[in-house]
């Protein structure tokens, strides 16, 4: 009995797998690896979030909600197209533009400032977007303009110690150094063990 009840849950892993790949349309981004999941919920998470886009193919929303699928599991590639065409369905939704942003701003930065700059057009009150937003920027080497978006999330949370932290290290390079301490002491203020403020301020 023992050998039986593994050997059916063995199979009927490979069923709810197996069942992920073949009722999905080809042009469903599928994930490497695939076959290889062992996790039933993460199987059955996958086949209705695929499900749901197969039945409609130009909802925004299925789309978007089968990347947050890919994207919390890793699979960023596939993530990546599923927000891409969300964003393309409905250009003026914040949250796929962001997620889009989240999941591109260090691998691609050029493409996530240019994502972040239509988000914060749509939804200039989050204050988050910002800081990332300023990521970007600053890895294209747009300093300028990822101050201002740092001050903007600052305005907008000032209990946020990475807007000063930022700022700090901006202010750093830019060798304005009464700034750089005042920043760097206001993200320590806010977050006492930010090990990246104590480093920048021993230099």
């Given at each position: 009995?023992k050998?039986?009840?593994?050997i059916?849950?063995?199979c009927?892993?490979?069923?709810?797998v197996?069942?992920?790949c073949l009722?999905?349309?080809?042009?469903?981004?599928?994930?490497?690896?695939?076959?290889?999941?062992?996790?039933l919920?993460?199987?059955?998470?996958?086949?209705?979030?695929?499900n749901?886009?197969?039945?409609?193919?130009?909802?925004?929303?299925?789309?978007?909600?089968?990347a947050?699928v890919?994207?919390?599991h890793?699979?960023?590639?596939e993530?990546?197209?599923?927000?891409?065409?969300?964003?393309?369905?409905?250009?003026?939704?914040?949250?796929?533009?962001?997620y889009?942003?989240?999941?591109?701003?260090?691998?691609?930065?050029?493409?996530?400032?240019?994502t972040?700059?239509?988000?914060?057009?749509?939804?200039?009150?989050y204050?988050?977007v910002?800081v990332?937003y300023a990521?970007?920027?600053?890895?294209?080497?747009?300093?300028?303009?990822?101050?201002?978006?740092l001050k903007r999330a600052?305005?907008?949370?000032?209990?946020?110690?990475?807007?000063?932290l930022?700022l700090?290290?901006?202010?750093?390079a830019d060798?304005?150094f009464?700034?750089?301490?005042?920043?760097?002491?206001?993200?320590?203020?806010?977050?006492?063990?930010?090990?990246e403020?104590?480093?920048v301020?021993?230099?």
């Amino acid at each position: 009995m023992k050998c039986f009840a593994v050997i059916s849950i063995q199979c009927t892993i490979f069923f709810v797998v197996t069942s992920v790949c073949l009722v999905a349309k080809d042009w469903i981004p599928q994930p490497h690896g695939l076959l290889k999941i062992s996790n039933l919920k993460l199987s059955e998470s996958i086949k209705t979030a695929q499900n749901t886009l197969q039945k409609a193919p130009e909802d925004a929303n299925a789309w978007g909600n089968l990347a947050k699928v890919y994207h919390i599991h890793g699979w960023e590639a596939e993530a990546i197209q599923c927000y891409r065409r969300a964003t393309e369905i409905v250009p003026t939704e914040f949250r796929w533009l962001y997620y889009l942003g989240l999941i591109t701003y260090k691998t691609n930065p050029k493409e996530a400032a240019n994502t972040f700059a239509k988000a914060v057009s749509i939804n200039p009150k989050y204050p988050a977007v910002y800081v990332y937003y300023a990521y970007a920027l600053r890895s294209t080497g747009r300093l300028k303009g990822a101050e201002q978006q740092l001050k903007r999330a600052k305005e907008l949370d000032p209990s946020n110690p990475f807007s000063d932290l930022w700022l700090g290290e901006l202010a750093l390079a830019d060798m304005r150094f009464n700034d750089a301490r005042k920043h760097l002491q206001s993200a320590l203020n806010l977050n006492p063990k930010q090990s990246e403020a104590h480093a920048v301020m021993a230099q």
